[in-house]
């Protein structure tokens, strides 16, 4: 089979309008969607792969087009886009040549679209650059992966989220939102791999008389308790949550931008289930990706505040209104029907519940993380000068003389405990020595988490003033505080790991001998202290934030 392709620019309006007639983007308002926001991304180029054979395509293809009697080609198409101009390739006079400077513009690609010979779900699979439509500080794409693109002899790299459309024939928008899950696990962290057909089979066993409801059996909805057999099938532990839409009054059920907020900033993928609209009785299923942030004062925050205080919106794929559409969290920042960026639906009003696929070894919520670190820090806070003297006696004689916790720092001890902005998330133990080794932190303490080792999952919670969050600059917060919790652990005893707050720290260890007998606790004190820097997605370390020395034209951020 001959690869054919198409190159063509996209540097006017009318470059616009003749590509969505190329691929047909008139029947299908997520395809036009997707054009839209590759416009917005900057794309100048496309490049087009005809006769392209999707692996997913495939394996729809064979567990259920081939058995049909109407026939369906199972050749798809492959649309790239640059956000360069590609017109010079045509005189390109040698294959190695296009190759070479196709290769030369991975800095420039922007993504791809697969678009199957499925008129009534022609998006097979998009990932678009989270860098290029995340520009704004405000907004965050908080679960993205790599995904690397193979296009005429030349390797290409987007990173983003990936999108599907839900085929009506063989799947709903659970199905959609799974693979869209399912899909970023194996690119992220190696997880497997599952096509649509993969998908259906691990949500129907056992079939109960729901989904049988449609034929093929799921192609209309999938319950909840569908979703969560896919999703362990993938090897993930979901946690269910209910939403406010759930019951009348919300009585009981935490608030759903909380959860959520703490598992987008660990960077896990959110199935978020809507209520119908306008009366239909099967609801809406997406996947929260990331977050609009924006500012907001002391007063304006309840007690024992969390950072998803601050989030205004969610970024949710949508299988059927595009990659990164904004949810609302409250009803008040909803826009009116038709506007631009409006979207149909709410968080406070409509979300029934979410699903969370956490990884295998992680037996831990994070609201009991968040639960643990409050109350161990205002513990701490209430018994430091305490602390701070046995720690003075054990370091024996001739250990410095330690003045007023409150000297250290009075912005810090000056506020209750319960009016401190928690921001709870999950990482690899590994990644969180790393980190905090090259973090604002006092060398006693960094000596003593050098010593340390730590399971594979901890929760991370950073411990904020309000005024400390002001702005979307990184380098510009601070945090004053943090506690670690083994998220390996239970939430009865023994997975507190670290409690720090200024000029003290104390570390929960044992001997790997004799574990049971060894259990004990650590204090480091000092006068030293000052506020430290917030995790940052993808940030190995906070090099970017150091002042820069005397005399230099360094751009680097002033802290």
């Known amino acids: 089979m001959q690869a054919q392709i198409q190159v063509g620019p996209l540097l006017g309006e009318d470059d616009w309008t003749e590509l969505a007639e190329l691929v047909g983007a008139d029947e299908s308002a997520l395809l036009q969607q997707l054009l839209r926001d590759y416009r917005e991304a900057g794309a100048k180029a496309y490049l087009l792969e005809r006769a392209y054979i999707d692996r997913d395509f495939s394996a729809a293809y064979s567990a259920f087009y081939s058995t049909l009697f109407h026939p369906y080609l199972k050749y798809c198409q492959r649309l790239h886009f640059f956000g360069c101009d590609l017109s010079y390739l045509g005189k390109v006079d040698s294959p190695e040549g296009l190759s070479r400077e196709v290769a030369s513009h991975d800095d420039d690609y922007l993504g791809f679209v697969v678009l199957r010979p499925v008129s009534h779900a022609p998006v097979a699979a998009a990932v678009i650059s989270a860098a290029a439509i995340a520009s704004d500080p405000s907004t965050i794409i908080d679960v993205t992966a790599d995904y690397p693109v193979h296009l005429v002899g030349a390797d290409l790299t987007v990173t983003g989220f990936p999108l599907t459309q839900q085929d009506t024939r063989v799947g709903a928008c659970a199905q959609a939102a799974i693979w869209m899950a399912g899909r970023h696990f194996h690119r992220a962290h190696g997880g497997p791999w599952f096509s649509m057909p993969d998908i259906n089979d691990a949500a129907l066993k056992p079939t109960d008389n729901f989904v049988t409801r449609s034929l093929p059996a799921g192609s209309e909805f999938l319950r909840p308790d569908n979703i969560i ?88 794929a949508d299988d059927q209104r595009g990659p990164v559409c904004r949810l609302p969290v409250y009803k008040d920042d909803a826009l009116e029907a038709g506007a631009p960026g409006a979207y149909p639906w709410t968080l406070e009003e409509d979300a029934v519940y979410s699903v969370t696929p956490l990884p295998g070894k992680v037996f831990m919520t994070g609201e009991v993380a968040e639960t643990l670190s409050r109350d161990f820090l205002a513990s701490c806070v209430e018994r430091i000068e305490e602390y701070r003297e046995l720690a003075r006696m054990r370091a024996g004689e001739g250990s410095a003389a330690l003045g007023k916790a409150i000297a250290v720092d009075p912005s810090f001890f000056a506020v209750s405990p319960s009016r401190l902005v928690a921001r709870t998330y999950l990482t690899y133990g590994w990644r969180y020595k790393g980190r905090t080794l090259r973090n604002r932190l006092p060398d006693i303490f960094k000596f003593e988490i050098f010593r340390h080792q730590y399971p594979r999952y901890v929760w991370v919670t950073e411990f904020s003033l309000p005024d400390d969050l002001r702005g979307f600059d990184q380098c510009q917060r601070k945090v004053r505080a943090h506690v670690v919790v083994d998220a390996t652990g239970s939430k009865f005893g023994e997975s507190m790991l670290i409690v720090q707050v200024p000029g003290l720290s104390m570390f929960w260890t044992f001997d790997a001998d004799s574990p049971t007998q060894t259990y004990n606790l650590i204090f480091r004190t000092t006068d030293e202290a000052e506020p430290f820097l917030p995790k940052v997605r993808n940030w190995p370390d906070f090099d970017q934030c150091e002042v820069p020395d005397a005399g230099s034209d360094s751009d680097a951020k002033l802290a």
């Open 229 to 316: 057999r896919a999703l362990r099938a993938m090897d993930r532990h979901p946690v269910f949550d209910l939403g406010k839409a759930a019951v009348e009054q919300g009585v009981g059920i935490k608030p759903l931008h909380e959860v959520i907020g703490r598992y987008l900033d660990s960077g896990i993928p959110v199935l978020i289930g809507l209520k119908g609209r306008d009366g239909a009785t099967v609801g809406h299923a997406v996947v929260a990706i990331g977050r609009v942030m924006r500012e907001r004062g002391d007063d304006d925050l309840p007690d024992d505040p969390t950072s998803a205080e601050l989030i205004s919106h969610l970024i949710v």
